[in-house]
């Protein structure tokens, strides 16, 4: 007898909550400084060469209203390198803002980061925002005085020892206003071996935030599918950003499925709003500090996710404005590894990591 949705629905939170334990999670990378404004994070984790290699990026403070440029802001993107199981990382690799820059286009800030490593050897994609791009025909004036657009460049190598030294090209950017700043990419690689990157993307004016996907073939990006998942209704209704999609481990309930979990930042508005005092005190989610939610692909190939926090968020940290985001999962022989921000009481995001041994998956599985 095949299981019904709510069902499989029913073990696919179980195993998300399990994954994202805020209690469990341990600190891996802490930021610059322990106070609001900073963190790491921002990228992904992957097993290679007999270790594990954690890509992400350093935060400091600023306000991006006032023009990135005024501040550090992204200032370092690192890849870590943990020869014992994740018990501790050593940073081997990063860049600086200058060191992403290439031609007329300067960077004023590094964002979200991610690994892949595969027949090619290894590919490093990144996110940043550049200066001397400008705004598209008609909306040059929206765009705010020490500010840039964001695109995704590629770094690629035949191994990680030569990944610092690998030139930086370009590899996915956007003239649409209504998609114009990509940013954030991650990537997902099906068993047949098709490599997707999927991104998150913001209108011109930066009042939302939504997710999409561009196959990618030789290290080439194809036609991008900017809607792919577009922001929720509620609790999300402002935000809905990916940033991992995951397998399901055959076992279980899930033993003759194809089911992928989809991991995602979500916000009920960009910037903090004053609740009504006899409201209901919840987190709400906005830029910088968003809440995480869970959704799911049932199908092979990306039809539209479907929610599984449809109402609240799934993920909120027990510290600070709540935040818990950039959520990234590695499957591996053992189990899978955790790795997200998550909001501390002194208002700082490191990054944190949680492990999830398989014999624990098949039980929630099964």
Sequence with gaps: MTPDASALEERLIALGKALIDQHRARVVVAPNAAESGFWF??????????????????????DSRVGVAAGTRGLELAIFRSADRGETFEKVASWAKSDLSAG????????GAALHVGPMGVQLFVSTEKDGVGYPAGFEDYLK???????????AAPDFASLRDAVVGPFLSSNDPEHLHIKDPFVYESAAGQLTMLYCSHPFSWSSSNTGYVPVTDGVASESVPDFFPRGTTWDVAMTRGT?????????LFSDSRARLVFYCGGECVRNLDEH?????????????ELGGLAW????????PERLSRYEPMFVSPHGTGCSRYVDVLTTDDGMYAT????QPDGSQPLVMNFLPSHEITDILS
């Design 340 to 343: 997200w921000q998550q909001s």
């Design 41 to 62: 994070g921002g990228g992904n984790m992957v097993q290679a060469e007999g270790s594990l290699y954690l890509a992400g990026r350093y935060r400091n403070a600023g």
């Design 145 to 155: 005085p020490g500010t840039g657009v964001w695109s995704i460049d590629r770094l």
């Design 104 to 111: 007329d286009a300067s960077v004023l800030s590094i964002e």
């Design 244 to 252: 991992a999609v995951v397998d399901v481990p055959l076992v279980g």
């Design 277 to 289: 005092l006899s409201a209901v005190k919840r987190p709400r989610g906005y830029s910088c500090e």
């Design 297 to 304: 692909l049932p199908e092979p190939g990306f039809g539209r």
